[in-house]
């Protein structure tokens, strides 16, 4: 239940939006829950988007935001920026779809291999889940092994060899170590078998579990800087612990870069200074419209290749690299300059130290973690490592920070886009200041 100051602001944000309510619930008629997105809902119900522009949303009745969830981080340049609506457009007037290629999927790729020090080939799809999905198969493939291992508390997608120990709660744990446990009730006891669970930032554990399963584990998948822990990145000594061990028994390091490629032009590889075998993307990479690829090693990235007696993996997708993605991506890419990148880091230096500032001034137990153009807020004096860690927050006050920054004007997330400025930091600042002495 919330508590009383949080049903104030519970009320009050309902008092402001009888539009969006009115047309959930109609929605909810024909969608489940009102929505086709299970991440687009939150409590007591999302407001109605009627347009984007820059760094804000407006919701129909009439409601400004200033969005920090840039639709999960993926609209870098902010809504409807005018060179990608032109570029989307431009192509429109062409054609939305061909059954062969067009030179702007090999424009965007070119693009991506440059950046990304992974990357010597690339195939795309339409989903960071189908990225994850398809760079999991060719691993299988190429080593000859049909175990994985993953992270506890890590999401790369709605797949199933990896809906295991995505979000356990607290009870579901075990105390001794990390389990595969699934997702939802009947996730195939096959499922279970084949991943292996890891915990983040611990090394010696993490070697002995892969050790043991070295003859049957194909590849870790990993997000170097963890999305589920408030975009922690990776501690430096565990991620090369875990790239020498991938390589030492032959198996391979999938990044999941679907969110963190943002943080610089080759992405966490970059930052971080360990390059996987395999990478994922998606988000930033299509402009705002659906878009994911991945990519890697040229010999790897061979078993897709049906040029020579046909791919030993089919790679099939009737959307893959369509013209109105492709050109949204190559206009992105272009405005991603390595200032520009330089610049959201330093401001998201900025953004981290001044939230810090605030909860010491309110005498408020909290850690801001993040990197670059990332960040995240936990209600808790324990040091966040990994997702036993994140357990340990408030999330009452969490979710009553939400609802009090909706009617401050606020759609709290965790990224920043290239036209923020520190006056819109100023903004979320100041609210979350009012916020928390309101609710606390």
Do not use: W
């Given at each position: 239940?919330?508590?009383?100051?949080?049903?104030?602001?519970?009320?009050?944000?309902?008092?402001?939006?009888?539009?969006?309510?009115e047309a959930l619930a109609e929605a909810a008629k024909y969608l489940p829950?009102?929505?086709?997105?299970?991440?687009?809902?939150?409590?007591?119900?999302?407001?109605?988007?009627?347009?984007?522009?820059?760094?804000?949303?407006?919701?129909?009745?009439?409601?400004?935001?200033?969005?920090?969830?840039?639709?999960?981080?993926?609209?870098?340049?902010?809504?409807?920026?005018?060179?990608?609506?032109?570029?989307?457009?431009?192509?429109?007037?062409?054609?939305?779809?061909?059954?062969?290629?067009?030179?702007?999927?090999?424009?965007?790729?070119?693009?991506?291999?440059?950046?990304?020090?992974?990357?010597?080939?690339?195939?795309?799809?339409?989903?960071?889940?189908?990225?994850?999905?398809?760079?999991?198969?060719?691993?299988?493939?190429?080593?000859?092994?049909?175990?994985?291992?993953?992270?506890?508390?890590?999401?790369?997608?709605?797949?199933?060899?990896?809906?295991?120990?995505?979000?356990?709660?607290?009870?579901?744990?075990?105390?001794?170590?990390?389990?595969?446990?699934?997702?939802?009730?009947?996730?195939?006891?096959?499922?279970?078998?084949?991943?292996?669970?890891?915990?983040?930032?611990?090394?010696?554990?993490?070697?002995?579990?892969?050790?043991?399963?070295?003859?049957?584990?194909?590849?870790?998948?990993?997000?170097?800087?963890?999305?589920?822990?408030?975009?922690?990145?990776?501690?430096?000594?565990?991620?090369?612990?875990?790239?020498?061990?991938?390589?030492?028994?032959?198996?391979?390091?999938?990044?999941?870069?679907?969110?963190?490629?943002?943080?610089?032009?080759?992405?966490?590889?970059?930052?971080?200074?360990?390059?996987?075998?395999?990478?994922?993307?998606?988000?930033?990479?299509?402009?705002?419209?659906?878009?994911?690829?991945?990519?890697?090693?040229?010999?790897?990235?061979?078993?897709?290749?049906?040029?020579?007696?046909?791919?030993?993996?089919?790679?099939?997708?009737?959307?893959?690299?369509?013209?109105?993605?492709?050109?949204?991506?190559?206009?992105?890419?272009?405005?991603?300059?390595?200032?520009?990148?330089?610049?959201?880091?330093?401001?998201?230096?900025?953004?981290?130290?001044?939230?810090?500032?605030?909860?010491?001034?309110?005498?408020?137990?909290?850690?801001?973690?993040?990197?670059?153009?990332?960040?995240?807020?936990?209600?808790?004096?324990?040091?966040?490592?990994?997702?036993?860690?994140?357990?340990?927050?408030?999330?009452?006050?969490?979710?009553?920070?939400?609802?009090?920054?909706?009617?401050?004007?606020?759609?709290?997330?965790?990224?920043?886009?290239?036209?923020?400025?520190?006056?819109?930091?100023?903004?979320?600042?100041?609210?979350?200041?009012?916020?928390?002495?309101?609710?606390?």
């Amino acid at each position: 239940m919330p508590t009383q100051q949080h049903q104030r602001e519970i009320d009050r944000y309902v008092a402001s939006t009888p539009k969006s309510r009115e047309a959930l619930a109609e929605a909810a008629k024909y969608l489940p829950g009102g929505s086709t997105r299970g991440a687009q809902y939150f409590p007591p119900y999302p407001f109605i988007a009627e347009r984007g522009e820059g760094l804000y949303m407006y919701d129909i009745d009439g409601n400004r935001y200033l969005d920090y969830v840039i639709n999960a981080t993926s609209l870098i340049l902010g809504h409807a920026h005018p060179r990608v609506v032109k570029a989307i457009q431009d192509k429109a007037n062409f054609g939305t779809a061909f059954s062969v290629p067009t030179e702007d999927q090999a424009r965007l790729a070119n693009m991506l291999c440059d950046r990304i020090p992974s990357l010597e080939r690339v195939r795309f799809t339409n989903s960071g889940t189908e990225g994850t999905l398809m760079a999991i198969r060719a691993a299988r493939a190429f080593t000859g092994r049909h175990k994985i291992a993953k992270f506890e508390g890590a999401y790369h997608g709605a797949h199933e060899y990896v809906q295991v120990s995505v979000s356990p709660k607290a009870d579901k744990l075990d105390p001794n170590g990390t389990t595969a446990i699934p997702e939802y009730d009947a996730l195939p006891p096959s499922v279970l078998e084949d991943v292996i669970v890891l915990p983040y930032n611990d090394l010696a554990t993490s070697e002995r579990l892969i050790r043991e399963n070295k003859d049957d584990l194909s590849c870790v998948v990993m997000e170097a800087i963890s999305s589920s822990f408030g975009y922690l990145p990776a501690e430096r000594e565990f991620l090369q612990g875990i790239r020498d061990i991938t390589e030492e028994l032959g198996m391979l390091l999938i990044f999941d870069e679907v969110q963190s490629l943002r943080v610089a032009p080759g992405g966490a590889q970059e930052l971080l200074g360990v390059t996987p075998d395999l990478t994922a993307m998606g988000k930033i990479i299509g402009g705002g419209t659906p878009v994911g690829a991945f990519g890697g090693r040229e010999d790897v990235m061979a078993l897709y290749d049906p040029t020579e007696n046909g791919p030993t993996l089919a790679h099939a997708g009737t959307f893959n690299g369509n013209p109105l993605t492709m050109a949204a991506g190559c206009v992105v890419m272009e405005e991603l300059t390595p200032e520009v990148y330089e610049r959201m880091s330093d401001l998201g230096d900025t953004l981290r130290g001044k939230m810090r500032a605030v909860f010491d001034e309110l005498d408020v137990p909290a850690q801001v973690t993040g990197i670059a153009s990332l960040f995240g807020i936990h209600f808790t004096s324990e040091e966040i490592t990994d997702h036993r860690s994140t357990l340990t927050g408030d999330r009452a006050l969490n979710q009553a920070l939400f609802t009090g920054l909706l009617n401050e004007g606020v759609l709290l997330g965790g990224a920043l886009s290239a036209i923020s400025e520190e006056e819109h930091v100023d903004t979320l600042v100041d609210a979350t200041r009012r916020v928390i002495q309101r609710v606390r």
